[in-house]
C-alpha cells in the first residue's frame, strides 16, 4: 500500500505538469493575440521571434510549474511515510495541489488585467498600488475586473487537477506493481527532472530575467514571463528598490559626465532684476492621466477633450512632444518632487529624512509659501507627514476642502472629489496671500471610475474614437471622454479666472500629466512614444512673459525633468537648483546634452526613440508622435542611458546617506 500511493502521486504530479502546461501555453497565446497587432505577428521579421517567445515562454512555465510540483512532491512522499489513511491521504493531498493551483492561476489571469491596464507584467508599480488607499483599490478592481467570473474560472481550472489527484490516490489508478529498485530509479529520476526544470538551464546561469529577450520588439519580450515569474522579478526589484547607502564620489563624477557631460547637479537660474523684485505666484498642477494618448484624439466640433482648456493650448506654450517620468501617479510625484526613482520614498526607510533641494524648499528660499493641495487623502503614500519635512508650509486635502466647499461631497468617489474644488481653494488661497505662493495641485477626477460630477454636462464627446483600444462599450468609452473633459475643462476655467482676476493675474500655471491615460491599447512599435507621453503646459501673463527672454519651439523634445528647470528660470533669479539633466525649454541655445526625454521605458531625442525597459531597441521618427523603421542602438547612447539611469539612484542615496568615508 505505501508503494501504491508512493506511485499515485508520482504519476498524477506527471499529468498535473503537463496540464498546467497547456494552460499556460494558452494563455500566453491569448495575450499574444490581445496585445500584439496582427501586423506584427505576421510580419516576416518577427516570425523567428515569436517561435523564441514560444520556447523560451514554455521553459519559464516548466520552471515555475516544476518549483510548485517539486514541494509538492516532497510534501506528498512526507504524508505517506507518516502512514496516514489511503483517504486522509487523497484529501490531503488534493487540497494541496487545489490550493497551489489556485494561487498560480490567479497570478497568471491577473497577469493579463495587468498588462492590459499598464501595458507591461507585473513590476514594482504593483506594490504602489497594494501601498494605495486598499479599501479604494479593492472597489477599483471590483467595478473594472470580471472578479465572480475569473472565481469561477480560477476555481474550474484549480478543480481539474486536484480531482484528478484524489482520484489516483483513493484508488491507487497508478499503481503499476513496480519492483522497489525500478520504482527507487523512476523517483530519483522524477526529482532529478524536476530540479532541472526548475534550474531552466544545465550549462549556465539559472534561467532569469537576463534571459528574457528573443526580440528587438520589446512587446514581444513582455509575452515571456508569466504570471508567476513576473511577480517573483517583482519582488527582487522591490526588494533592491527600498535600500539606501552612501555613495562613492568618484563615481557619481564619472555617472555625471558619461551621462550629462558636468560635474555637479547643483545649477544657477540667471539673474533677473524684474523677478527679483517682483515675485510671481506659480501654480503647478499633476493632472491625473492627462495622456496624449487620448489627446491626439481631441476634435473641436465632434469629439472635444479641452473644454476651455482650448484657447491656452493655442496661445500659451503647449509641448505635445513630452514624456512622463512613469505610468503611476506615485513615482512620477516622487520624481518631480523629490527627485527619487524609488516611488515609496514617503514610506521608507527615509520617510523622516529632509531632502534639501526638493522645488518646496527652493521657493521658500526665495520668500514663497509654499502649498500642497490634493482633491484626494493626503495620508496616501504617507504624504501629510513627508511633505512638511520637504517644505511644505500648508497642506490640504479632500477633507480640508469639503469644510470649506459642502458642496463637494456630492462629487465624492473612493478617490477624492471634484477637482473644480481643488482649483476655487487655490484661487482663493492667491487671493488671499501677501506673499508669493508657490502651489502644487494633484487633480484625481480623471482616474477610474471616471465618476462625472453630475453638474458637469459634458458635450461634443464621439465615443466611437476610442473603439478597439478601450472599453467594451460605447458608455464605458462616453465616461473616459467626458471625465477626460471636465479634467482639462477644470483646468482652463482656472487658467481663466486667474487671469481676469487683476490682484492675482501676475501668477504663472503649469500643468502635466502624471502618466498616459492607462488601458488604451497602443500599435507597438509604432506608437512607443505615444504611449508614454503626457502634455505640458505653461501660461505666463504677459507682464511677466514681456520681461523674460523666451523662445518656444513646439517641436521640441522633453520630458518630466524638464519641469521645474524651465519653471525655475521663469520665475526665480539667481535661484540654486538640483538638476538632473532638465533644461529651460523656453530659451534657444540650452545645454544640448541634456535635449533628451526620459521615462522609465522609453527614451528620445531628435534621433528617435529608445525602448529601454529590459533591453535596447531604437526606432526613427516617423512623425512629431510616433516611430517607425527599428536601427541599431548606437554604443555610445546606451552608454549614456545607462549612466543616467544609475545616476538617478546615485544621487538620492547621496541625498539621504551622503558620501562613503
Partial sequence: MLQANLESITFSLYFVFGYFLIVFLLHREFMLRKFIEKEVLNNIEYIKHIKRLRLLGARFDAKYISILLLFSLIIG???????????????????????????????VIGNYFYFKTYNNYYDIFIFGLLEDQTQAVLKNIYEEVPVISLFFLTSIVSI????????????????????????????????????????GTLFSLPLGKAHAQVSSLNIINKMIPNGIVAIEWALKDR??????SAVSEEEGLKLMQLALNKNSLLDTTEKNAFLEQNSPHVVFALMESFGTNILV????????????????????????????????????????????????????????????????????????????????NVMWRNLGNYLPLQGVDEIYDQNSILDLYPEARNTLSYWGIADEFAFSLAEKLLQESIQPLFVSI??????????????YDARNIQPDCLKDKLGNSDQEREKVLKTYQYATNALGNFISNI?????ISSTIIAATGDHHLRGVN?????????????????????????????????????????????????????AEYWNLGGRNLLKASDNNFNAFAYNENVWADSTGVVCHYENYSKYLWKDDLLTNNSIDVPQEQIEKINAYKKLLFWQINYQIKGYKH
Fill in 77 to 107: 512522499y512526507v504524508l505517506v511515510l507518516c502512514n496516514i489513511s489511503n483517504q486522509n491521504l487523497a484529501y490531503i493531498f488534493s487540497s494541496l495541489i487545489f490550493i497551489l493551483s489556485f494561487l498560480a492561476t490567479t497570478l
Fill in 160 to 199: 481539474l487537477p486536484s480531482l484528478l489527484v484524489y482520484q489516483a490516490i483513493y484508488y491507487n489508478w497508478f499503481h503499476a506493481n513496480l519492483s522497489v529498485i525500478t520504482f527507487s530509479i523512476l523517483a530519483s529520476f522524477s526529482i532529478l527532472s524536476m530540479l532541472a526544470l526548475a534550474r
Fill in 297 to 376: 484624439l481631441d476634435e473641436p466640433d465632434t469629439n472635444d477633450l479641452l473644454g476651455k482648456l482650448r484657447p491656452y493650448v493655442k496661445n500659451s506654450f503647449f509641448f505635445k512632444r513630452f514624456l512622463s517620468i512613469s505610468g503611476g501617479t506615485a513615482p512620477t510625484l516622487a520624481s518631480l518632487f523629490f527627485h527619487s526613482p524609488i516611488q515609496n520614498i514617503s514610506q521608507s526607510v527615509a520617510q523622516k529624512t529632509a531632502l534639501s533641494h526638493t522645488p518646496f524648499q527652493i521657493y521658500k528660499k526665495k520668500g514663497y509659501k509654499t502649498i500642497f493641495i490634493t482633491s484626494g
Fill in 239 to 244: 526588494k533592491r528598490e527600498i535600500s539606501f
Fill in 442 to 455: 494633484l487633480t484625481i477626477t480623471n482616474h477610474p471610475p471616471y465618476q462625472l460630477p453630475k453638474h
Fill in 522 to 574: 497602443a500599435r507597438l512599435p509604432e506608437e512607443y512614444f505615444l504611449m508614454n507621453a503626457v502634455p505640458f503646459l505653461i501660461h505666463i501673463p504677459e507682464n511677466i512673459k514681456s520681461k523674460l527672454s523666451l523662445h518656444f519651439d513646439q517641436n521640441v523634445i522633453g520630458s518630466h525633468k524638464d519641469v521645474f528647470p524651465t519653471l525655475y528660470e521663469i520665475s526665480l533669479s539667481e
Fill in 499 to 503: 487671469d481676469n482676476n487683476p490682484n
